[in-house]
């Protein structure tokens, strides 16, 4: 799943163009390096998101096409927010 679309199914990002212009500004890094709105997401990446002062660096755990909102939280974990 691309990377734009997963942070928009797993909520982390509430909109995909939100997360689209995110990823072209250099804001997001998956396992240490800037990654493009394409980048594939796998299980077990790190995504570290920087907006504001403090980073937000999550662990995907799950990649699901369609998730409800109960169920968003469980495709990552926070690992530093």
Do not use: Q
């Amino acid at each position: 799943m691309r990377l734009d679309k997963y942070l928009k199914v797993s909520r982390v990002i509430k909109r995909r163009t939100v997360a689209n212009e995110a990823c072209d500004g250099g804001r997001i890094e998956v396992n240490g390096k800037v990654a493009r709105a394409s980048y594939d997401v796998k299980v077990n990446d790190i995504i570290t998101i920087n907006f504001g002062t403090k980073p937000l660096v999550i662990k995907v755990l799950a990649v699901n096409e369609i998730t409800t909102k109960e169920t968003a939280s469980l495709n990552f974990e926070v690992i530093e927010n």
